[in-house]
């Protein structure tokens, strides 16, 4: 049911349901990078943003086909978010639900900010510095930042926090310095990861480029890799959309 969801969604996409998208500015992600945005979906616009992933970690291959972060804006400041992820090879899933709310508009130094908070409900295990194997739920609060560094540069920042079922707390940080390419374009660096509470640390980095298809519809690609692990990395293919529902 969910493929079907998803792949309806890419029919009206296809068959120009974006023009009813007459917000103003162009459409703001939160893909492809894993740095989260402060932009806010405004209020009556729902928003998708589908993802196809090819992973490998220790030498086992794995695909999310798809990863779907789908959102509502309900008020001027704040967005309704769900996630669903999708490994159809060994039969995995994962959900999230939650709400990202604008806090402060860029003004010289000060960054545009929001803040996130969501609940993961069986989120499995990702690697080694995870303490609890099995799969289990996952709250989470995450702090979103953006600047403008003048010209066609600007950059990205989240510290945030994960809370496991099982007693577990991790830090969360990403950092993700950005460039625009002509007037469609842009391409970003990243280096992101967790503080767990083990020995074990959890740092990738990671790049991709993004293009507007129009205002409103916008294709990205983007690879990464483990500093931890030689043989863990991803691939991604991504398209984002938005349109008007009142």
């Given at each position: 049911m969910r493929y079907g969801l998803i792949f309806l969604l890419l029919l009206l996409l296809l068959f120009g349901l974006e023009l009813r998208a007459q917000q103003s500015g162009r459409i703001?992600?939160?893909?492809?990078?894993?740095t989260e945005c402060p932009f806010i979906v405004k209020k009556g616009y729902f928003q998708a943003e589908i993802g196809f992933n090819r992973a490998v970690e220790a030498g086992a291959v794995q695909y999310l086909l798809p990863t779907s972060l789908l959102?509502?804006?309900?008020?001027?400041?704040?967005?309704?978010?769900?996630?669903?992820l999708q490994?159809?090879?060994n039969g995995f899933s994962t959900e999230s639900?939650?709400?990202k709310s604008h806090l402060f508009q860029e003004k010289?130094?000060?960054?545009?900010?929001?803040?996130i908070v969501q609940y993961h409900l069986n989120q499995d295990r990702r690697?080694?510095?995870?303490?609890?194997?099995l799969p289990h739920s996952v709250g989470e609060t995450i702090l979103t930042f953006q600047n403008s560094l003048g010209g066609p540069w600007g950059i990205g920042y989240n510290f945030g926090a994960e809370y496991h079922s099982d007693g577990a707390v991790e830090g969360i940080y990403r950092?993700?310095?950005?460039?625009?390419?002509?007037k469609r374009g842009y391409a970003y660096a990243e280096v992101f990861g967790r503080f767990p509470e083990t020995q074990f640390t959890d740092t990738w980095i990671d790049g991709g480029l993004a293009y507007y298809v129009t205002d409103h519809v916008k294709a990205d690609v983007s690879a990464g890799k483990s500093l931890r692990s030689s043989d863990a990395w991803y691939v991604a293919?991504?398209?984002?959309?938005?349109?008007?529902?009142?």
């Open positions: 703001e992600t939160d893909r492809p990078d894993q959102k509502i804006g309900i008020h001027p400041l704040v967005e309704l978010r769900y996630t669903f490994e159809p090879v639900f939650g709400f010289g130094f000060i960054p545009r900010s929001a803040i690697d080694q510095s995870e303490l609890n194997p950092i993700a310095p950005n460039v625009n390419i002509g293919l991504g398209i984002s959309f938005r349109m008007r529902l009142w």
